[in-house]
C-alpha cells in the first residue's frame, strides 16, 4: 500500500472534528460535578452543559429544555421505546420497520415478549416503507411508531413528516433515529413531524459515549425512566453528565448547523464520483437501495463476486465495511440488506462507502485507483476470469 488509509466508513464513526477537540481541551479544567450547583465548580460545569444543551437543541431547531443527554444512540432507542411502554396505560401496539437499527429492533421484541402487540413492517425493494402499509398498521392503539430517518447501512431516507401525518392522526407517539441525519441533512423538529429524535455525536465529528433523546411536546408526558437512581435530566436519566463529552455534543451540532449544506454537498459530489467509479470498474455491480433518496455521502453496493472479505482486502487502503459496525462481530448477512430483498449471498456480497466532512478530492482519485486495481485482481483470480484466459469455452 503506497497510500495512507483512506477511511470512507463515516456511517459507523465519524473523526472528532478539530474545532470540537479545541472546545473541549479549553474547558479541562473544568472538573465540578454539574449537579454539584452549591459551588463555583459546580456551577461552572453545570453551565457547560446547559450551553452544549442549548447548541445541540439548536442545530435542530428545538427546546433546550427537551434534550435528555445519554450515552449514546442505542441508549436514546431504548429510552423511547421501554420508556414509552412504561409510560402507557392502555395502548400496546409499537410498529417498526424490519430495517432499524439493532437498539430498535432488540427493545421491540422484548416488549413484545412483555405482552405489546410489535408489528414490523418490510419495506420494498429500494429500501423505502410504503407508507399504506404504515396507515393499515397504525390506529387508535397504536403506542409508538420508530422509523429510522435515515439507515445505517445504506443510507435509505425514509419519509419522516409523511409517516409523522399519519401517527398524529391516530394518536401514537413516532420515534425516529437520527443518528445518521444530524450533520449530514437539515433537521428542524418544526417540519420534521417526529415526537422523539435519537442523536448521537460520534456521527457527526463529536465524542464517543454520549447523544441524547429529544423529546417532542406531544411526547413530554409519555415516557417514564428505565434507570432509576440520582433523578438528573429531568428524572428520565439517571447518572453524572460527562462534562467534556456534552461539551464536545455541543461544540459538533453547533459546526453542523453551519456547515451541513457545504458539506452536504461536497460529500455528494465526492461520493457520486467514487460510485461511478465502482460501477465502471465492476459492470455487474449494482447501487443497494435508492439511488434518490439518499443521504449525502452514503450509498451501499453489491459486486458480482467475492465475498465482502474477499473485496475488502483487495481494496487495500480502503476502509469501508460490509454492514453495520454494531453487528460487525455477527458473520451472518447483513438484516437490513435482506430485508430489501437480496438473498444472503447477494448481502455477502456488499460494502459500504460513506465519505466526510474531510474525504478529499485526492483521497477519492486514489480510491478509484485501489478500486480498478480490485476489479482486476478479481477478475484474475476469479474461476471465469482464468476460463476466459486459457480459452477454455
Known amino acids: 500500500m503506497a497510500h495512507a488509509p483512506i477511511y470512507l466508513d463515516h456511517q459507523a464513526s465519524t473523526p472528532l472534528d478539530p474545532r470540537v477537540r479545541a472546545a473541549m481541551t479549553r474547558n479541562d479544567g473544568l472538573y465540578g460535578n454539574p449537579h454539584s ?71 421491540a421484541q422484548a416488549l413484545g415478549e412483555m405482552g405489546f402487540d410489535v408489528q414490523t413492517l418490510p419495506v420494498q425493494s429500494d429500501g423505502i416503507v410504503d407508507l399504506d402499509a404504515v396507515e393499515r398498521a397504525v390506529n387508535e392503539r397504536t403506542l409508538l411508531v420508530s422509523v429510522m430517518h435515515v439507515n445505517n447501512e445504506t443510507g435509505v431516507i425514509q419519509a419522516i413528516p409523511a409517516i409523522a401525518e399519519i401517527c398524529q392522526r391516530f394518536g401514537a407517539i413516532l420515534h425516529s433515529d437520527c443518528a445518521q441525519s444530524l450533520g449530514r441533512l437539515p433537521l428542524d423538529v418544526r417540519n420534521f413531524g417526529a415526537d422523539l429524535l435519537t442523536l448521537s455525536a460520534h456521527k457527526c465529528y463529536g465524542p464517543k459515549g454520549i447523544g441524547a433523546l429529544y423529546i417532542g411536546t406531544r411526547a413530554r408526558n409519555g415516557i417514564r425512566p428505565v434507570t432509576l437512581g440520582g433523578g438528573q435530566e429531568g428524572g428520565l436519566r439517571p447518572g453524572t453528565l460527562p462534562v467534556p463529552l456534552c461539551i464536545g455534543f455541543g461544540e459538533a451540532c453547533r459546526v453542523a448547523a453551519i456547515d451541513v449544506h457545504v458539506d452536504a454537498e461536497r460529500m455528494s459530489s465526492l461520493a457520486e464520483e467514487l460510485l461511478k467509479t465502482i460501477l465502471d470498474a465492476f459492470p455487474r455491480a449494482e447501487l443497494n437501495g435508492s439511488p434518490t ?48 430483498g437480496l438473498s444472503s449471498a447477494e448481502a455477502d456480497r456488499s460494502l459500504r462507502f460513506c465519505v466526510g466532512r474531510f474525504t478529499t478530492q485526492e483521497e477519492i482519485r486514489i480510491a478509484g485507483d485501489v478500486v480498478r486495481s480490485a476489479a482486476r485482481q478479481l477478475s484474475i483470480s476469479s474461476p471465469i476470469g482464468r476460463t476466459a484466459r486459457v480459452g477454455i469455452g
Open 37 to 107: 450547583t452549591n459551588h463555583l465548580a459546580g456551577i461552572e460545569a453545570a453551565r457547560a452543559v446547559e450551553t452544549a444543551r442549548r447548541q445541540v437543541a439548536r442545530a435542530i431547531g428545538g427546546d433546550a429544555r427537551r434534550v435528555v443527554f445519554t450515552s449514546g444512540a442505542t441508549e436514546a432507542n431504548n429510552l423511547a421505546l421501554f420508556g414509552a411502554a412504561r409510560a402507557s396505560s392502555g395502548r400496546r401496539g409499537i410498529v417498526t420497520l424490519g430495517t432499524e437499527h439493532s437498539s430498535v429492533l432488540e427493545p
Open 293 to 340: 433518496h439518499r443521504a449525502p455521502g452514503a450509498f451501499n453496493v453489491r459486486f458480482p463476486s467475492a465475498s465482502g472479505d474477499e473485496l475488502l482486502d483487495a481494496l487495500e487502503g480502503v476502509q469501508a465495511s460490509s454492514g453495520s459496525a454494531c453487528a460487525s462481530v455477527v458473520t451472518e448477512p447483513s438484516p437490513v440488506l435482506v430485508a430489501y
